[in-house]
């Protein structure tokens, strides 16, 4: 099982980061997300506990269920279901106030499931491209969230 960790500060208010980040149909604005949808609403809000949402992006496809919902400091989940086929123990996005906005902290601990060779393909291919998706997600929310707001 592999995790893997990125952050960035996004120069914006916690609770409009929060929201971007969860509401993951937003992630079709990256080049990286053909198509995200939210097929079930969680109990208290439409991302939250409970919540079932699939993703389509080019590395794959997934379904993910919510389990920790926390605005705006924090959501979980779990890929209940993926193609290629996965283990998954975790998905977190935590988000904490800073001086320059948001610092968001997006970690997963999964690795492909494929006998003998999944710790190694999890390595050398996925935690690259999973990474590199992660990324160009935060830096789309940076883009939509700071786009016109004067620096500070």
Sequence with gaps: METMTVERVIDAPIEDVFGWLTTTTNYTASPLAVRCALTRG????????????????????FRERITRYEPPYATEYVVERSLPPSRHELGR??????????RVSWTTRAEVR???????L????????????????????????TRGAVRR
Excluded: C, K, N, Q
């Excluded at 494929?114 to 190694?120: I, K, R, S």
């Design 42 to 61: 969680g109990r208290e809000a439409p991302y939250g506990v409970g919540a079932v949402r699939t993703h389509l992006w080019l590395m794959g496809w």
């Design 93 to 102: 996005m935590t988000f904490t106030e800073t001086a320059g906005g948001t």
């Design 114 to 120: 494929v006998p003998f060779l999944g710790a190694f």
């Design 122 to 145: 999890t390595r050398a291919l996925v935690r690259p491209v999973l990474l590199g998706t992660f990324r160009s997600i935060l830096a789309t929310a940076d883009a939509a969230l």
